[in-house]
């Protein structure tokens, strides 16, 4: 059994990138500081998500003492997937005041099961609240 990696810097504040397409920018802002291989991480990044090219899919970066790296993938933002639902760029200007389009339950619940595994839920009824909570907060209405 290999000896367990010391950890140097861990980032939990994910980097939202581009599927398929990481710009360099982002990971340098903040990668560069630890020495970590930028461009290692980006073809290692585009490579695991190039079949969901053109979403968004948040990525942990957890690197090591001997400045090895390893990744760990998350879900769509909620509101990512909301807008793509709608066919939106953006929910509404004023929520609560205008209307930002509508869902439909089925809408929301294929959301909330593809959120299942980063959602603070047990369930995918618990999940279909958190995702319609989102979406009012977005000034989008949930038909149903």
């Known amino acids: 059994m290999p000896p367990k990696k010391k950890l140097r810097v861990t980032f939990e504040a994910t980097l939202e990138l581009e599927a398929g397409n990481a710009a360099m920018v982002d990971l340098g802002k903040m990668l560069g500081p630890t020495g970590v291989n930028t461009r290692g991480v980006k073809l290692e990044y585009d490579e695991a998500t190039a079949a969901h090219r053109g979403e968004i899919l948040p990525v942990v970066v957890t690197v090591y003492e001997d400045r090895t790296h390893s990744l760990r993938y998350k879900t769509p933002p909620t509101s990512f997937l909301i807008r793509q639902a709608m066919g939106a760029q953006k929910g509404s200007e004023q929520p609560g005041h205008t209307s930002g389009g509508t869902l439909t339950a089925e809408q929301v619940r294929a959301i909330a099961e593809r959120k ?15 995702v319609a909570g989102c979406a009012r907060s977005m000034g989008v209405s949930v038909a149903g």
């Not at 959602?119 to 958190?130: F, G, P, Q």
């Open 116 to 130: 299942m595994p980063d959602l603070n839920a047990t369930s995918v009824d618990a999940a279909e609240k958190i």
